[in-house]
């Protein structure tokens, strides 16, 4: 018995003293092939471990190294899977500064080392974490849905509302500036809602009025945390037949108009809720005093839709008197220029404002073209966000409270299901390279990931959301009517 | 128990199983294809742990494991006569007086599970739920010193609450009962800890889990629909709580074989009429029409429909499909029974079911995408949240004809952790990775020479007619759709249009239905059949008069039908009344 336990020791022992070995590896001068890319992206200090694997290794095995000489290993058959701790210490030791990753592989039963590469640290910091919904790439049909709060320092994931609490969907929802204790929620389906939550407190409105198109959709909040500035939709679908497009999703109506949560009454302007013009989208300036919004002329449907293009347009606002300015501004002509623009986003200091431009329509997420565009306000120069567009969909995007961070939704990776990444943007607009949102095995995790992200939103930190008080206030016929007032 | 009551008792349990294999076998086979194609059972870690996080999901998990099954009827039929078998001896196992009468009652619950699963939205995982409350009860009655017992039995609550959901009241309650016969007063304390026990696990769940209490408090993986209470899987636990207590009863009469013979007839007899009753046999022929649909079994359809004429517009559209795709359409159509072009393309209906079976005659027609809409949304309308692995095989075929690799692998590798569809997928993958897929998969190569390239247009059902006079434009050798686009315009009585389209028809003999249409046609605008084209019978013009004549003279439809139903004028002047 002991000579066969030693016998078996000992052919272990062997095995193990002729399996290739990491240090014998073979230099490769190209740059590892590793999912998710995160060659040369830039992170900011609290990120949660940027894991990866190589593709087509058998195993893989990385070398992180600080600017100050700090090194942190990690090996595994499938994927790295770096200490939280020790990733964290190092990559907060590194801002402002690059982490140099050696990545090697074992191939065909050797070791091949990969040329480094760095991963900047940038000493911006970045919100606690995102709040997005989660959803099947659909059709008209919604299956099992919800919306989420994700901590950007771990994998932590947890949900805020998920419609196995009643029968309906969960639909846009925004915070102010990232404010988690003020967020406004829209429940479709037969418990149909907008749910407001201040500091609290918790209410279920019926945003719908007599005067008004329909109920609230796209929201904004006004950095007051006093205003909510809404468009009401009247929105269809329809669907290619030809494979390279399947959905069209398009207005036959819109209007906006701005709820006053003090007074409880939607403000709407007629230069706002024009018949022959659908604006939509709005979003308040960093200062308040402006709205912006995208308009088109009204086109015939299904016909005209490949024509129907939104402009990027603005109106003043006054915060004080809740009142909305006569004239109505272009800002950017995308029409002319072919194109249509949606989901104007102005950065919170003031100085950009990001949109997305595609070929044509108000719903670009289901365009393949559809591009981030940025707009200099001090300097009116718009160009193509080229640091971070890919060749397929990048589409809704949300900056972080500082503005030096932006979370984009993208389908780059498969055409279909959206991920979600996150950029830096500097004091002169300069974008770095974009990394997707880490995951703990990002491979088996997004391959198994049959849900798309949606609407992501930074978040300054826990949503303090009671779900079973929101889910009694959904379930209840409840709902506070809003009031109703023109502009003066 | 005497040797004979023994006896008895054993074929009792051998005969109902094999009543139950028998009825779901060769009665309702298909309600158990259709059972399996709305979920995708994957054996991985994930899988297992995102059912079993809620309040019933080990059952659940564990129904589903046996629903997979189902994809066989054999298989799935005896796997019901197994469950209704374990049913009947636990709930034997925790009657306390051994008699032929309580063995006979004990087939109770079994029955009104058979009952409950006659349902097809009823979930495997309700019946594994209550047989593991009543293992738990059988189980913790094995424990003999009371303190030991009191534990486990306190313990097993939440256990089985977790594992099993809210059918874990049944261990309760039996226990209870148990424990009051056990130790009478003494066992006061142990019962009111079982019963809060009991009251504080669905409130605890409600604040773990994103399901309201109402939800937690009846089941959340039971039945399909969620807003639908169901009331045979209580009964049958109420039965099973019931069955012991009323076994129990001391009397010499129901200690005797004639006794026990008696009841067990009296809930056969229950059983059988309920199952019937309760069975549904128009259900039974439409899935069994789409069972036939989705394995291609074109002629099995026919022969099908020779023996009975199918008259649902669900059933009918997949006889049409039959018939198109073994080329006998033009022939054939109205030899059937047609309700409208209802039954040619249904409309679209947002549910899990309708868009299967319509989704397949897009598919063969080389409508691609709206073939994936259709499976998609489909799959999005399963009212418990669950996949199907029929569906995303669908999906994996559209995204693949479409070009979509990234999309397709992403099903493909779904399946490939599934037990019978995992050799498909893992063929396919290997196929899609070496590049050469569509000279391996005729069907997907098919699909792909058949669906639009030039033409873009959204999907409108009020212009069908146009969709499918391009598809046969851009690919002149998809005759299935000018066969599709020919009856589309017959079963709307649109005969000018028809007419237009019958310039695309290549036929060397004129099809019977369309010379038929084309008579009547002719007959309307000209008053009389002189002078019709000469590439129409002359057979089918005197048939014409005969039935036109018949017409006037007033003849009862039935008549008209023994004489002319297979004729397109029948059905021009009396079906499809709506329009």
Same mark, same amino acid.
């Given at each position: ?30 740059? #590892?092939?590793? $999912? ?7 992170? #900011? ?21 600080? #600017? ?59 919100d606690?974490?995102l709040a997005y919904r989660m959803l099947?790439?659909g059709y008209e049909i919604y299956s099992f849905m919800g919306i989420y709060e ?8 947890r949900a805020l509302l998920e419609n196995t609490q009643f029968d309906g969907c969960v639909n846009c929802h925004s915070f102010k500036r990232g404010d988690p204790s003020a967020m406004s929620l829209h429940i479709r389906g037969a418990h149909g809602a907008t749910l407001l939550t201040r500091d609290g407190d918790l209410t279920a409105y019926n945003t719908k009025t007599d005067s008004t198109l329909g109920f609230c959709v796209y929201p904004y909040w006004h950095p007051s945390g006093r205003y909510i500035a809404y468009s009401t939709n009247s929105t269809r679908q329809s ?9 069209e999703v398009f207005d036959l109506a819109s209007d906006l108009q701005v709820y006053d949560t003090q007074a409880n009454e939607i403000i709407t302007a007629p230069q706002l809720k024009q018949p022959d013009v659908w604006e939509t989208f709005p979003a308040f300036s960093a200062d308040g005093r402006t709205l912006y919004y995208t308009a088109a002329a009204r086109v015939?449907i ?6 129907s293009?939104y402009n990027l347009m603005k109106v003043s606002f006054d915060p004080e008197t809740g009142s909305i300015g006569q004239d109505v501004e272009l800002v ?8 249509s623009a949606s989901f104007p986003r102005p950065s919170y200091?003031g100085?950009?404002l990001m949109f997305t431009?595609?070929?044509?329509g108000t719903f670009p997420i ?17 160009? #193509? ?10 589409s809704y995007h949300s900056w972080?409270s ?5 979370v984009?939704s ?10 979600? $990444? ?31 992200y949606n609407v992501p939103e930074f978040i300054t930190g826990p949503v303090p959301f009671d779900r079973i008080r929101a889910q009694k206030a959904i379930n209840s016929p409840e709902r506070v009517p809003f009031g109703f007032r023109w502009s003066d | ?60 998990? /564990? ?14 039929? /005896? ?7 374990? *049913? ?15 063995? /006979? ?105 994103a399901?309201p209490l109402g ?12 807003n ?122 947002g ?125 002149? *050798? ?102």
């Amino acid at each position: 018995m002991i000579r066969r336990n030693l016998y078996i020791a000992l052919a272990a022992l062997v095995l193990v003293a002729c399996a290739p070995k990491e240090r014998d590896a073979v230099a490769d001068g190209r740059l #590892p092939d590793i $999912y998710p890319d995160y060659v040369g992206v830039t992170i #900011p200090v609290g990120i949660a471990p940027l894991d990866f694997s190589l593709k087509g290794a058998d195993a893989v095995s990385v070398q992180l190294a600080a #600017p100050d000489g700090t090194v942190l290993r990690s090996a595994g058959r499938v994927a790295t899977r770096f200490s939280r701790k020790r990733w964290a210490q190092l990559v907060s030791r590194s801002a402002g500064d690059s982490l140099t990753v050696t990545v090697s592989g074992l191939f065909d039963g050797r070791w091949r080392r990969f040329a480094p590469f760095g991963i900047f640290v940038s000493p911006d910091a970045i919100d606690y974490g995102l709040a997005y919904r989660m959803l099947e790439p659909g059709y008209e049909i919604y299956s099992f849905m919800g919306i989420y709060e994700r901590e950007l320092g771990s994998f932590r994931q947890r949900a805020l509302l998920e419609n196995t609490q009643f029968d309906g969907c969960v639909n846009c929802h925004s915070f102010k500036r990232g404010d988690p204790s003020a967020m406004s929620l829209h429940i479709r389906g037969a418990h149909g809602a907008t749910l407001l939550t201040r500091d609290g407190d918790l209410t279920a409105y019926n945003t719908k009025t007599d005067s008004t198109l329909g109920f609230c959709v796209y929201p904004y909040w006004h950095p007051s945390g006093r205003y909510i500035a809404y468009s009401t939709n009247s929105t269809r679908q329809s669907f290619h037949v030809q494979p390279d497009k399947l959905i069209e999703v398009f207005d036959l109506a819109s209007d906006l108009q701005v709820y006053d949560t003090q007074a409880n009454e939607i403000i709407t302007a007629p230069q706002l809720k024009q018949p022959d013009v659908w604006e939509t989208f709005p979003a308040f300036s960093a200062d308040g005093r402006t709205l912006y919004y995208t308009a088109a002329a009204r086109v015939d449907i299904p016909d005209g839709l490949p024509q129907s293009r939104y402009n990027l347009m603005k109106v003043s606002f006054d915060p004080e008197t809740g009142s909305i300015g006569q004239d109505v501004e272009l800002v950017f002509d995308a029409a002319s220029r072919g194109r249509s623009a949606s989901f104007p986003r102005p950065s919170y200091d003031g100085r950009f404002l990001m949109f997305t431009l595609c070929d044509y329509g108000t719903f670009p997420i289901w365009h393949h073209e559809s591009d981030l565009w940025l707009l200099d306000l001090q300097t009116g120069e718009i160009r #193509p966000v080229d640091e971070v567009n890919s060749a397929d969909t990048d589409s809704y995007h949300s900056w972080s409270s500082n503005s030096r961070w932006f979370v984009f939704s993208s389908r780059r990776g498969d055409g279909l299901f959206t991920r979600l $990444y996150i950029a830096h943007i500097d004091a002169d607009g300069v974008a770095g390279k974009p990394f997707l949102l880490p995951q703990r095995d990002p491979q088996a995790y997004y391959t198994e990931l049959f849900r798309s992200y949606n609407v992501p939103e930074f978040i300054t930190g826990p949503v303090p959301f009671d779900r079973i008080r929101a889910q009694k206030a959904i379930n209840s016929p409840e709902r506070v009517p809003f009031g109703f007032r023109w502009s003066d | 128990m005497t040797k004979i009551q023994k006896f008895a008792g054993v074929l009792m349990t051998m005969l109902s199983a094999i009543a139950v294999y028998c009825f779901f076998a060769f009665k309702y086979p298909y309600h158990l294809h259709f059972q399996e194609q709305y979920q995708l059972f994957e054996f991985t870690w994930g899988y297992f742990l995102g059912v079993v996080s809620v309040p019933g999901g080990l059952a659940d998990w /564990a129904g589903r494991f046996l629903t997979q099954f189902f994809y066989y009827a054999p298989a799935g039929a /005896a796997v019901f006569a197994l469950l209704a078998v374990a *049913a009947q001896w636990l709930t034997w196992r925790v009657c306390r007086r051994p008699t032929l009468t309580a063995y /006979a009652l004990s087939f109770l619950p079994a029955a009104a599970l058979v009952v409950f699963f006659c349902d097809e939205h009823a979930l495997a995982g309700g019946a594994v739920a209550l047989l593991l409350s009543l293992a738990a009860v059988a189980l913790s009655g094995r424990v003999c010193v009371d303190g030991r017992r009191h534990v486990l039995q306190a313990v097993l609550v939440p256990v089985l609450y977790f594992a099993c959901g809210p059918l874990a009241v049944a261990y309760v309650l039996l226990t209870v009962w148990a424990e009051v016969l056990r130790c009478g007063r003494r066992a006061l304390l142990a019962i009111c800890v079982l019963l809060l026990l009991a009251l504080l696990c669905p409130i605890v769940a409600s604040r773990l889990v994103a399901y309201p209490l109402g939800r937690l408090c009846l089941g959340v993986h039971y039945y399909r629909y969620h807003n639908i209470v169901p009331g045979l899987l209580w009964a049958a636990a109420l039965a099973a709580v019931c069955v012991p207590p009323l076994a129990g009863i001391r009397s010499r009469f129901l200690s005797s074989t004639p006794a026990g013979l008696g009841a067990f007839a009296l809930v056969a007899a229950l059983g059988v009429f309920f199952t019937f009753r309760a069975s549904d046999a128009s259900k039974e022929e439409w899935m069994r029409y789409d069972f036939m649909v989705r394995m291609e079994m074109w002629n099995r359809i026919m022969m099908t429909a020779d023996v009975r004429n199918p008259d649902n517009p669900k059933t009918v559209s997949c006889l049409n499909l039959a018939l198109a795709k073994t080329g006998r359409i033009a022939d054939s159509q109205f030899e059937y029974f047609q309700n409208g072009p209802e039954g040619l393309l249904p409309e679209f209906v947002g549910d899990c079911t309708n868009p299967v079976s319509t989704g397949e005659i897009y598919w063969h027609l080389g409508m691609v995408n709206t073939a994936q809409r259709f499976a998609f949304e489909a799959q999005e309308a399963i009212p418990d949240f669950q996949k199907s692995a029929r569906l995303y095989k669908r999906l994996a075929q559209t995204n693949i004809v479409n070009g979509d690799g990234a999309v397709a692998r992403k099903y493909l590798q779904s399946l490939t952790h599934t037990l019978f569809y995992r050799r498909w997928a893992r063929e396919t993958l290997a196929l899609l990775d070496a590049g050469d897929i569509f000279a391996h998969r005729p069907e997907l190569a098919l699909a792909r020479d058949r669906r639009l390239k030039e033409h873009d247009f959204l999907f409108s059902a009020s212009e069908m007619d146009s969709m499918l006079g391009l598809l046969k434009v851009e690919n002149p *050798a998809n005759t299935m759709a000018l066969d599709y686009l020919m009856a589309w315009c017959l079963l709307r009585k649109d005969l000018d249009r028809f007419a237009e389209c019958i310039a695309l028809v290549e036929a060397p003999a004129m099809p019977k239905a369309y010379q038929e249409a084309l008579l009547l046609r002719w007959a309307q605008q000209h008053g009389s059949l002189e002078g019709m084209p000469p590439y129409l019978s002359m057979a089918h013009a005197q048939r014409l008069n005969r039935f036109i004549l018949d017409m006037q003279a007033g003849k009862p439809e039935a008549e008209l039908l023994r004489t002319y139903g297979n004729t397109y004028w029948f059905y021009y002047f009396y079906r499809y009344r709506s329009r």
